[in-house]
């Protein structure tokens, strides 16, 4: 499901966003339209797999750890290789200053209100904010009695959208925007792994559903009600049809291939219609780099640097817990 939807924000980018940015190059002949929804369903998927962390960990360190090993080397990779590319093509539309580079090297710039290197990243702020929740439940309330929580959750949203006014850091931080795509993800999850059932959930997911009706436009209320649907069919069993190794393959690489996609694939688009090639040519040739750079980031640095970044805390917890034991 999330190489699906990569997909789709990948079409949606050099179909539509590249003719946004660069009108007067040639372009597809066709507009893939509405790439939020995909961006959707990475949250709800999100709220799903949170818990595969959440049910390992013992101290709020493990989740930092757990989050930096699984997100930033990667991310670090491929926003300074997009930096590079944009610089030796001399791409001065898509760049961005010194201080908005730096501020992307702690993948906090959204909340300073900064620039990202490239325009994908948004939605790592997004993200982010959703693990400092999550901790903060974990911590504070737990997740045996998660619902109640949900709950004041949604609670607030409301009051946001009835305070236009509220601090934009709050909003963020609290995820009030998209947080009813991410409980959606929770419930799934809670009924997946037989703590709930679908008669215990039903009334939260209806007020998740209710929330994005009295906030929302009606495209996104009919995105809300085919995410809830698609984890239903999930949970139920009846998606093993895209159970097939290319698809799981690709899955993996998904989070590299979605970093390194979007401006280097603009670059491409650009100079093969510069060199005289046609818009489809610049298409296939922007997917094959961002498939190429994606698997390769994900090979020799996502991978390798998480695992070993994971090995050295065990090994840090391990020799802390020793003396003490001893």
Same mark, same amino acid.
């Given at each position: ?81 997009? *930096? %590079?590319?944009?610089? +030796? ?5 898509? =760049? #961005? @200053? ?5 501020? &992307? !090297? ?115 209320? *009919? %995105?809300?009600?085919? +995410? ?5 069919? =999930? #949970? @139920? ?5 895209? &159970? !097939? ?82």
């Amino acid at each position: 499901m999330r190489r699906i939807g990569a997909l789709c924000v990948l079409v949606f980018h050099y179909s539509t966003r590249f003719h946004e940015l660069f009108p007067q190059a040639a372009h597809v002949p066709f507009s893939f339209l509405g790439g939020n929804y995909r961006v959707l369903l990475f949250f709800t998927i999100s709220g799903f797999a949170i818990f595969f962390t959440l049910d390992r960990i013992g101290t709020v360190a493990d989740f930092v750890v757990n989050r930096f090993a699984r997100l930033y080397p990667a991310y670090l990779v491929a926003m300074m290789l997009t *930096l %590079a590319i944009e610089y +030796l093509a001399r791409m001065s539309q898509l =760049l #961005i @200053g010194p201080g908005a580079i730096l501020a &992307n !090297v702690t993948m906090l710039q959204g909340f300073a209100f900064l620039p990202e290197v490239d325009g994908a990243y948004w939605t790592l702020t997004v993200e982010i904010a959703f693990y400092f929740c999550m901790v903060a439940i974990w911590k504070w309330a737990g997740v045996r009695r998660l619902e109640p929580v949900l709950l004041g959750w949604l609670a607030l949203r409301w009051l946001y959208a009835l305070w236009p006014g509220m601090p934009e850091r709050i909003v963020m931080l609290l995820v009030l925007r998209y947080v009813p795509f991410f409980i959606i993800g929770m419930l799934a999850y809670r009924i997946w792994s037989g703590q709930r059932n679908w008669r215990q959930q039903a009334p939260y997911a209806g007020l998740a559903l209710l929330s994005v009706a009295t906030v929302d436009s009606w495209d996104i209320v *009919l %995105a809300a009600m085919l +995410l809830l649907a698609l984890f239903g069919a =999930l #949970i @139920g069993g009846h998606l093993r049809f895209l &159970n !097939v190794r290319p698809l799981i393959w690709m899955g993996g690489i998904s989070y590299s291939f979605y970093l390194i996609h979007q401006h280097v694939g603009f670059v491409v688009m650009l100079k093969m219609a510069e060199a005289g090639y046609s818009p489809w040519a610049g298409f296939a040739a922007a997917f094959a780099v961002a498939f190429c750079l994606g698997t390769l980031i994900n090979r020799a640095v996502e991978r390798p640097a998480g695992e070993a970044i994971l090995l050295w805390w065990r090994r840090r917890q391990a020799r802390v817990i020793e003396p003490n034991l001893a």
